[in-house]
């Protein structure tokens, strides 16, 4: 099945900088790669995704990238706010008969300080 | 705007003991799924179901057994808790197979 690595699983940055979080994927049918903010107390919350006919993918401060022949990507949050600090899931799903069936990361807790 | 509903939001189980997890969506969607999640290992998917009348184990299935009631309804069933059972647990739903998964807020359950 599919294998999902989510880097670094903490995460702490000052105000106004940028936040990084990787992942890496097993299965090379994965074909749909979205990322969710869960913040204490709720659920996971899809923030942005990427199909695997995209390279990059951006939202105002947030930025996905994908890099299919590593089966890596990431995501970027730039000029990070406080309200940033949240846990940061990533997933990747699959196809075919594994469609809908989504491998989840670990988690990144980012925290940013004011 | 309620989206993915679910109860209840918290509760106490002795080990032995029996519950059902009632989970409900209004986005008209076709796929349902339920969700455990343990400190430092993220979202493991226990039972999905793609479409109305059809249910699928997921990676953690052992325990429990899911009933898709209707398109809307899909309830998670611990027939004899364990204290391995004690997590938070999500139900979620999609447009379709594949498509975006739209989380409830989670329901907080303790086997003791």
């Known amino acids: 099945g599919e294998n999902v690595e989510q880097h670094p699983s903490t995460l702490s940055v000052q105000e106004g900088d940028s936040a990084v979080i990787k992942c890496t994927y097993s299965d090379s049918a994965s074909n749909y790669f979205p990322w969710y903010k869960q913040e204490l107390g709720k659920g996971p919350q899809l923030i942005i995704d990427i199909r695997s006919n995209v390279g990059e993918k951006k939202d105002q401060r947030i930025a996905v990238t994908l890099n299919k022949t590593a089966k890596h990507f990431s995501l970027h949050i730039t000029e990070t706010q406080p309200e940033d600090s949240a846990v940061y899931f990533c997933?990747?799903?699959?196809?075919?008969?594994?469609?809908?069936?989504?491998?989840f990361g670990d988690g990144t807790t980012l925290t940013v300080k004011p | 705007n309620a989206g993915v509903t679910q109860t209840p939001k918290f509760q106490v189980l002795k080990t032995g003991q029996s519950m059902t997890l009632q989970c409900a969506q209004d986005m008209n969607h076709n796929s349902m799924y339920w969700y455990r999640q343990d400190p430092g290992m993220g979202l493991r998917l226990i039972y999905y179901?793609?479409?109305?009348?059809?249910?699928d184990k997921g990676e953690v299935p052992n325990g429990y057994n899911v009933s898709r009631l209707n398109k809307r309804e899909f309830s998670l069933r611990l027939e004899s808790a364990a204290p391995s059972q004690t997590s938070v647990y999500f139900c979620a739903s999609s447009e379709t197979q594949g498509g975006t998964i739209y989380f409830g807020e989670g329901s907080w359950l303790t086997v003791v």
């Open positions: 997933a990747a799903q699959g196809a075919g008969t594994n469609a809908g069936k989504s491998t």
């Open positions: 179901s793609a479409s109305e009348g059809t249910t």
